[in-house]
T-cell receptor
Framework: QKEVEQDPGPLSVPEGAIVSLNCTYSNSAFQYFMWYRQYSRKGPELLMYTYSSGNKEDGRFTAQVDKSSKYISLFIRDSQPSDSATYLC?????????????FGRGTSLIVHP | EPEVTQTPSHQVTQMGQEVILRCVPISNHLYFYWYRQILGQKVEFLVSFYNNEISEKSEIFDDQFSVERPDGSNFTLKIRSTKLEDSAMYFCASNRGGEAEAFFGQGTRLTVV
């Protein structure tokens, strides 16, 4: 079983819609949960990270973690065409003093005007 | 804002040739990583590096690969004898350690012909 599962999409929504992006995982040792945004042929850009279960909000973005279900979500409110990108979830467990992110395959989001 | 920088942005090489990909991590970071992303696939962990030695590596990181921190600022990935299947985006990342979020460079696109 793959460690981190993420639907590749594409997910196409109209401008202003609420977007929900999700990942599931199998490794109970994951402690940190991150969302990255990646534009075509560019590096992943960290959007948010959370530790353990709960919600975290940053502007139009809300990250949600449910460790009991091994399920994480990213919600984008009032989506904009500039939000069009691939969204990668990543999770990490302690390893030698640091945390090594393990990525999902990313969901392609298209926000059309 | 400090950032991870990678050079070159695009490298074309012939099969069997050696390549060196270069990275300058964020200056006060202590942990360094290399990831790769084959076109259309997920971002995959290759290796982590701390205190001038490899702290963890994946199955992908075989004897063809090596990493080095030749001076106080650069971090390099060497592929000794490139294969066609080494064609991918290679991302360098760094963090201070003891934290989850890793900061990624813009990547080097390696094309093996």
């Amino acid at each position: 079983q793959k460690e981190v599962e993420q639907d590749p999409g594409p997910l196409s929504v109209p401008e202003g819609a609420i977007v929900s992006l999700n990942c599931t995982y199998s490794n109970s040792a994951f402690q940190y949960f991150m969302w990255y945004r990646q534009y075509s042929r560019k590096g992943p850009e960290l959007l948010m990270y959370t530790y353990s279960s709960g919600n975290k909000e940053d502007g139009r973005f809300t990250a949600q973690v449910d460790k009991s279900s091994k399920y994480i979500s990213l919600f984008i409110r009032d989506s904009q065409p500039s939000d069009s990108a691939t969204y990668l979830c990543a999770m990490s467990e302690p390893s030698g003093g640091s945390y090594i992110p393990t990525f999902g395959r990313g969901t392609s989001l298209i926000v059309h005007p | 804002e400090p950032e991870v920088t990678q050079t070159p942005s695009h490298q074309v090489t012939q099969m069997g040739q050696e390549v060196i990909l270069r990275c300058v991590p964020i200056s006060n970071h202590l942990y360094f990583y290399w990831y790769r992303q084959i076109l259309g696939q997920k971002v995959e962990f290759l290796v982590s590096f701390y205190n001038n030695e490899i702290s963890e590596k994946s199955e992908i990181f075989d004897d063809q690969f090596s990493v080095e921190r030749p001076d106080g600022s650069n971090f390099t990935l060497k592929i000794r004898s490139t294969k066609l299947e080494d064609s991918a985006m290679y991302f360098c990342a760094s963090n201070r350690g003891g934290e989850a979020e890793a900061f990624f460079g813009q990547g080097t696109r390696l094309t093996v012909v």
